[in-house]
């Protein structure tokens, strides 16, 4: 499982994908802005593979996740699933694809139906897309999810509220699995649980990755279950994605300021560590006027006159790693060491 | 000498289900300048343990007979949990204590302006002109480093950011000097970069102003930065007491080993080679609507025995300032 075939096409492909919301700023008045989300984001992810949405609040990772599934219309960009275009198909031909991707949500009490009982949460997204034949061939499929995420199997017959958080998230994962899905969006799925109750889904979701050659795009902002559970990760700074790099590369030599200022402040649960810690400045600019240039410029401790002016691409900084920093073009890198 | 005594705290909270014991038997003191930590899970009974301290908890708590939290000020002694009056409770609400909330919006009235209820809290408690309090005032946002801090002192709540919003509180609850500033998850609900700079300020205030700090949190990450003891709950009760750097190097509760064992830790992937397991703690939290016989942990614990499930243990010093409440945590020889 971790070693991930590099010629395999991508289960997962975006490319340039944009959302911006617009802003009504009262009734029958027009458009008077855009919250800039989402602005031009590109990656993959291969099957069998997690690649890790990280980012403070507000930069954009849950909406990429919502604009792939199309919970969102994308405002521009292309989203390809396993070599189908899904982006700009009519939501009737997306219906028989969205079987092969499903989300887990971060509060497992808003996302299950209070009404229904496990068997038929669980039911539905199996009779909904005819896959099975028979009410025994349901009950088997039905018993199976449960095995999967080690839940009694006669649980099926309690109401959501009978259960605990980590319970709950157990069943929305059982859900997001029930219509045998490749890629598994997990919003913030562990966020809201205890310290103890997270290490067992964090578990839960590696274990089912390698018995079932299971995709995840884990959009999180705790670095550390990241860190656990990723093969790589994708930084977003106010609707850009900042650095890709795989998981060790990441996390030994960040090249983003922002990246290297986002892992220093990572509280470490060891009281003899002191690192140094990147303190940032203010907070993160509103997405609705983002800064010119390269975005975290203000922010940025090393910032120069170029990144007030020009905006950074993604170039490779190293093996399986690229950063959007100008830091790391050859071309301003005495200017840099100047500054 | 100890700021504030917590001995034998047990709350409980009437309700529709029946009666809850939110805290049972828990002691601990707060040293003047200290930073204790109080970590736990959800229903740990870490905030209302917090709360008893200003008597803050809703009107359906109960203190059991034997509870006392006591406050040494300099000239007397003040048993909290015999207040009585609101006038009465004023020596720790504001007072002594002040507290920080993780929701700094729920803590600003929404329709005043900063600046006003900073005021007005400064001339209750300080009893110093209006004038004077919003010198003081404007000095205090400046000193948590809000920027243009005589505009933010104008402003409304929901009109600053979350990080700022945070700072103002902490501004706020510092003005008046208290002995004691109880933060209940002050950080939980900001990004990493900001949490970083208010914890970095939490630090600085302390040594500057000289008070406690009596911290709660469910984030070891956090506790392990800043605090110089850590208290760890469990189900309402105390399992552990330690300096910190004991708590993390040595942890002698099983549930404290496990809740450090499931922490994932930065830098993990530099180390290990491929993916490792978490180690888990199997099971959820005893229900505390039904009394809990024995050791709480017990349902969940590798080690527990016959003894574990009918005998509840007591807190024991088990090394030199390390207490645990566990039959087979190991004793160290103590030196006198």
């Known amino acids: 499982m971790t070693n991930v075939p590099a010629a395999a096409p991508p289960l997962l492909e975006v490319k340039d994908l944009k959302k911006h919301f617009p802003i009504r700023t009262g009734f029958l008045s027009g458009i008077s802005g855009y919250v800039y989300a989402v602005d031009g984001v590109s990656f993959s992810i291969s099957r069998g593979e997690t690649l890790s949405l990280v980012g403070e609040s507000g930069c954009g990772k849950s909406t990429v996740g919502r604009t ?45 139906n209070p009404r229904l009982k496990v068997r038929d949460i669980l039911a539905e997204p199996i009779t909904n897309f005819g896959l099975a034949s028979s009410a025994s061939e349901l009950d088997d499929r039905i018993a199976d999810l449960m095995d999967k995420v080690r839940l009694p199997r006669d649980a ?31 919003d913030e799925a562990v966020s809201a649980l205890d310290v103890s109750v997270k290490a067992q889904i964090v578990n839960l979701l590696s274990d089912l990755q390698d018995e079932l050659g299971l995709s995840l795009l884990f959009i999180s902002h705790d670095l550390a279950i990241v860190e656990h559970i990723t093969h790589r990760v994708a930084v977003m700074y106010l609707g850009k994605i900042v650095e890709i790099a795989d998981k060790r590369t990441l996390f030994a030599a960040p090249k983003h300021p922002y990246t290297e200022a986002l892992l220093s402040a990572v509280p470490v649960p060891d009281p003899t560590t002191r690192r140094n ?33 020009e905006e950074p691409v993604l170039r490779t900084v190293a093996p399986g790693q690229v950063a959007a920093c100008h830091l790391h073009d050859p071309v301003s890198q005495p200017v840099a060491r100047a500054a | 000498m100890s700021l504030i005594t917590v001995d034998s705290l047990t709350v409980q909270f009437d309700t529709d289900e029946g009666r809850i014991t939110a ?23 870490k905030s209302v343990t917090a709360k008893s301290l200003m008597r803050l908890n809703s009107d359906n708590a109960r203190y059991a007979a034997q509870s006392r939290v006591v406050l040494h000020l300099d000239d007397r002694k003040v048993d909290v949990l015999s207040l009585r009056t609101g006038r009465e409770m004023q020596i720790v609400r504001g007072g002594a204590i002040s507290m920080i909330f993780q929701e700094p919006m729920a803590s600003f009235a929404p329709a005043i302006t900063i600046g006003d209820q900073m005021v007005e809290q400064l001339v209750l408690h300080r009893r110093i002109s209006e004038k004077e309090a919003a010198r003081v005032s404007i000095e205090m946002l400046e000193r948590v480093g809000i920027s243009d801090a005589a505009k933010r002192f104008g402003q409304y709540a929901f009109e600053l950011s979350g990080g700022m919003r945070q700072r103002a509180m902490i501004a706020m609850a510092l003005s008046t000097r208290p002995r004691l500033l109880i933060a209940d998850e002050p950080t939980t609900a900001l990004d990493v970069t900001i949490q970083a700079q208010v914890l970095d300020l939490m630090l600085e205030l302390k040594q500057k102003v000289g008070a406690a700090i009596l911290l709660i949190t469910h984030d070891l990450g956090v506790v392990a930065e ?60 005893p229900n505390l609507k039904k009394p809990i016989e024995g050791c709480a942990f017990a349902s969940r614990c590798p080690i ?10 007591a807190v024991e010093a088990k090394a030199l300032g390390h207490f645990v409440a566990c039959h087979h945590a190991p004793r160290e020889a103590i030196a006198a």
């Open chain 2, 23 to 45: 805290v049972e038997d828990v002691s601990f003191a707060v040293a003047p300048g200290e930073i204790l930590g109080l970590v736990g899970e959800s229903g740990s009974g």
């Open chain 1, 156 to 186: 099926v017959k309690r109401f959501p509220h009978e259960f605990s958080g980590g319970q709950r998230q157990r069943i929305g994962i059982a859900r997001a699995l029930a219509p045998g899905s490749d890629l598994i969006i997990c």
């Open chain 2, 226 to 285: 800043v605090a110089e003891r850590i208290v760890v709950m469990y189900a309402g009760r105390k399992v552990e007491e330690a300096r910190a750097r004991d708590l993390f190097a040595n942890p002698r509760h099983p549930y404290t080993q496990g809740l450090l064992g499931a922490v994932p830790k930065l830098g993990s992937s530099l180390e290990e080679k491929g993916r490792t397991r978490l180690s888990e703690i199997p099971g959820m939290v």
């Open chain 1, 68 to 112: 792939v599934l199309r919970l969102l219309e994308p405002t521009a960009g292309e989203v390809w699933l396993d070599g189908q275009r899904i982006d700009n198909i009519p939501l009737r031909r997306l219906r028989p694809l969205r079987r092969r991707m499903q989300v887990v949500f971060q509060d497992p009490f808003s996302s299950l």
């Open chain 2, 304 to 313: 527990a025995t016959d003894l574990c499930r009918k005998v509840a243990p």
């Open chain 1, 277 to 309: 810690r990147i303190i940032l400045k203010g907070d993160v600019p509103s997405p609705i006027r983002p800064p010119s240039g390269c975005r975290f410029h203000t922010r940025c401790p090393h910032a120069f006159d170029r990144c007030k002016v």
